[in-house]
């Protein structure tokens, strides 16, 4: 199976635009072969935290919401990152799954709210698991990625991918990105795929460079700093060895999100 990471520099709160935009790489990937493409941490709006925290409109209202309807009718499955109602006051940090058929397949929300999303978003506490194409899929968004545990449980239930919608900024971000997921790869033997913001997102600079990393961490394909743009690389649908999850501990913050 072929799969994409898609990297764009969202328009600042516009749903619309920001799907616009999502539709078209979404339509690049496909047109290169790959059956899923995976988007960055909130490609709906942009990583606006203020205006997410005060303009409830800028939230799903649930994985139906008609304003994903153009991604869900691009005829490949598509990995989405937004802002999601929830039943209590506050919006999960969501990924939402959707088949090439636009069914919806699963949601996962982020479990380890960085610091200046707490007080914005409501934790997740389910795992992000789906199948597609026979391969078990495992979801993780951003800072969550910096949790062993998360991606260790991934690996020990089986799952062969793991997919990170991220924000990664210029800066610390760069180095971050650049060990932590060929990291995850290499140590629990799943193939990894990271989309990123390219450009202004919020008060960070994303650093770009969405790529896909073999298990072992071997780097199969990765965008640039300054295109939005998709890369794509081949996944294998064997099973990954079981890892097993070490301790989970807080590393500190920096400029990930």
């Not at 006051?89 to 069914?103: C, E, F, H, K």
């Not at 495992?138 to 910096?146: E, Q, R």
């Not at 390219?198 to 394909?221: D, E, F, K, N, Y």
Request: aromatic residues 6%; proline residues 7%; glycine residues 10%.
């Amino acid at each position: 199976m072929k799969i994409a990471a898609a990297q764009l520099t969202c328009v600042p709160a516009d749903p619309s635009a920001n799907t616009e935009l999502s539709v078209a790489l979404a339509a690049e990937a496909r047109a290169q072969g790959a059956e899923l493409v995976v988007f960055p941490e909130l490609a709906l709006t942009g990583y606006e935290l203020e205006a997410l925290a005060t303009d409830p409109g800028l939230w799903l209202a649930d994985a139906d919401d008609p304003r994903l309807d153009p991604l869900r009718s691009a005829g490949i499955a598509v990995a989405f990152n937004a802002a999601l109602r929830t039943a209590g006051p506050l919006p999960a940090l969501a990924t939402l799954v959707y088949g090439a058929d636009g069914s919806h397949v699963t949601t996962y929300a982020k479990q380890h709210l960085y610091g200046h999303e707490q007080g914005v978003f409501a934790a997740g506490e389910s795992q992000g698991r789906f199948t597609l194409g026979g391969i078990p899929f495992s979801l993780g968004v951003c800072y969550d990625n910096h949790f062993p545990r998360l991606t260790g449980r991934a690996a020990a239930d089986g799952c062969r991918v793991h997919l990170a919608s991220s924000l990664y900024g210029t800066g610390d971000g760069i180095r971050e990105r650049a060990t932590v997921y060929p990291g995850i790869a290499e140590e629990h033997g799943l193939y990894v795929v990271l989309a990123n913001h390219v450009g202004p997102a919020g008060a960070w600079t994303g650093c770009g460079r969405s790529a896909i990393w073999a298990p072992g961490g071997a780097l199969l394909a990765e965008a640039d700093d300054r295109t939005a743009s998709v890369v794509t690389a081949e996944v294998a649908p064997a099973p990954a060895a079981a890892a097993t999850a070490p301790a989970e501990t807080a590393p500190a913050e920096t400029s990930v999100s």
